[in-house]
């Protein structure tokens, strides 16, 4: 199973450097799983909201743009129309607008709808890299996913039910991986058992194919993208950031958890649940060795292999609301984030104080109010967690010594070590974050 981002599918010649990739599968029965080309699921989101708000003008405008940016690949792709999606790619298009004037229509957006939006990126690219293989001379066949990656009804956020994939995959794919040299099926997109369509989360895709790697019995989970692997830091941040060789799934799944976008942290529980291996590679130098994410268990080097970045934080420090208090119950804190399905990312506790952090979008007045009823409550907004994350870090003398010493000047809020053996947190105002990163990569890596 090979899975291919949306800058790996951006255009034409994005896509035929994909068919280049495949064919050191051709023979092997190669399913590939592809995300929307780039940048359309954020053009798709943004044209459900111009809807929602009524803005007509600005949803045909942008479904035009959309259109556009297709039907430019599929001419570039150069197969002839009775050949050629185009008939495909044209009806999901009309498909798209009727949605966008019936939802400016009703003058209400709801979460349905807004998946209803975002499934048509992988529908439509999926089409066009049908297309580039059947132009490189393959026997391909588009799958539509929905019929087999079935998940719940929690629209925009859907979990897949991983039994009942099983049961379709071997209903509805793997025919088609039968009777075909190289089957396409979209990433991201699901439906419910009632037949609604659903997406799984952005940037899902990365999961679709897993669930679709893990549900055929794939010997390996590809994840192509436009980095040589998992690197030391994202790349954006740290420029000087280099490739980590090897992972283990729990290492892999705290990084993509603690803010490393190269791979989805769901990504992770199907391969971990077959003992698949998953490799990140990329598809612009698919020739440099890439990532290999290792069951647990397996040998990899002790230390810290690399460090994330997790914005949007906010921090509640938490004390009694009795100052004389010498011990605090903070079981009653966690409750209340539980209530409202807010994730606790990370506590410190010391005898009648926690300071616990949580993702500020997920933070309301009502969560307040519920803690306030049993603490003396404090909040720091614009936080950071900086993540160091390695292997054996629970018992290693002078670990985390290099990373404090430099940070410098940098205030440090918390450090959260010695719960895990992957993973030490770092907690630090948001505008000194990148900086933060920078400098212990620097004194870590460089
Ligand atoms: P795709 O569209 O292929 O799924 P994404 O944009 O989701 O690609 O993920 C790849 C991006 O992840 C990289 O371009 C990089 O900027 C970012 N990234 C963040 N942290 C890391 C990291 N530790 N290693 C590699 N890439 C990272
Ligand atoms: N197209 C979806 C997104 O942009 C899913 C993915 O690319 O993985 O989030
Ligand atoms: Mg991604």
Known sequence: MLKFGGTSVKDAEAM?????????????????????CAGITDMLLSTARSCGAGDLNGALQNVRE???????????????????????????????????RGVVLLGELTPRMLDAFAS????????????????????????DSRQFIITDSNFVNAS??????????????????????????????????????????????????????????????QIWTDVSGILTADPRAVPQA??????????????????????????????????IPVVIKNSIRPNDAGTCILPDGSSVPCGIHSITMKRGMLSVMLGPRDPRATSLGFQ????????????????????????????????????LAGLE????????????????IGAGLRNQPGIISTPLSALGAIPISFVVAGSSDHIILLGVAEHHATEALQQTHRALFE
């Open 66 to 100: 959309i259109r556009q940016r297709h039907l430019e690949i599929l001419h570039a792709l150069g197969l002839p129309p009775e050949r050629s999606c185009q008939e495909g790619l044209t009806t999901l298009l009309d498909e798209l607008e009727q949605l966008a």
């Open 242 to 275: 280099v490739v980590v060789p090897h992972v283990t799934f729990t290492e892999a799944r705290e990084l993509a958890w603690f803010g490393a976008k190269v791979i989805h942290p769901d990504t992770i529980v199907p391969a971990v649940e077959r003992a």
């Open 16 to 36: 035929r450097r994909v068919v280049g990739i495949v064919q050191r599968e051709r023979g092997n029965r190669p399913v590939v799983v592809t995300s929307a």
């Open 160 to 221: 897949p039910l991983m039994p009942e994939i099983d049961a379709r995959v071997a209903e509805h794919l793997a025919p088609l991986v039968q009777h075909h040299e190289v089957v396409v099926a979209q990433g991201f997109i699901g439906c419910t058992l009632q037949g609604i369509t659903t997406t799984i989360g952005r940037g899902g895709s990365d999961h679709t194919g897993a669930l679709v790697g893990a549900a055929l019995r794939a010997t390996e989970i």
């Open 120 to 143: 048509f990126g992988e529908r439509l690219s999926s089409l066009l890299l049908g297309d580039a293989f059947r132009a490189a001379g393959w026997d391909a066949a588009v799958a």
């Open 373 to 388: 009823a049993n603490y003396a409550v404090e909040l720091m907004p614009e936080m950071a967690v900086i993540g160091l």
């Open 332 to 367: 009653k804190a966690l409750e209340t984030f539980a209530a409202h399905n807010l994730t606790v990312q990370c506590a410190a506790v010391a005898e009648a104080r926690a300071i616990i952090t949580v993702e500020s979008a997920g933070f309301s007045d009502v969560i």
